[in-house]
Nanobody
Framework: QVQLVESGGGSVQAGGSLRLSCAVS????????MGWFHQAPGKEREFVAA????????YYADSVKGRFTISRDNAKNTVYLQMNNLKPEDTAGYYC????????????????WGQGTQVTVSS
């Protein structure tokens, strides 16, 4: 089992920044990739960014390229999502996920999920 706990969400104005954290614990030896997804009310969960746990390769959704940065601290078993220049359309619950396929975009490739943290961006 792998446990994921997100933190760092909140309310900001458009153009502001937030940094989300995802603390990873449990049996992480078989985890190859970490991802962030978001889900707005009434919409499907969408891919935001992913990172390879071992070598740090990253991949982003087009909508966040140049604004969001995913990173990981192996010593702290923590994954981060730095979100800059936030837009109202970024408003959603943000979920951390752990899976076996590196840099996967589809949510079905991820086996473990956190409880989510809310991000609200006002115009």
């Amino acid at each position: 089992q792998v446990q994921l706990v997100e933190s760092g969400g909140g309310s900001v104005q458009a153009g502001g920044s937030l940094r989300l954290s995802c603390a990873v614990s449990g049996r992480t030896g078989s985890t190859y990739a970490m991802g962030w997804f978001h889900q707005a009310p009434g919409k499907e969960r969408e891919f935001v960014a992913a990172i390879s746990w071992s070598i740090g390769t990253t991949y982003y959704a087009d909508s966040v390229k140049g604004r969001f940065t995913i990173s990981r601290d192996n010593a702290k078993n923590t994954v981060y999502l730095q979100m800059n220049n936030l837009k109202p359309e970024d408003t959603a619950g943000y979920y951390c996920a752990a899976g076996r396929r590196s840099l996967a975009v589809g949510s079905s490739w991820y086996d473990y999920w956190g409880q989510g943290t809310q991000v609200t961006v006002s115009s």
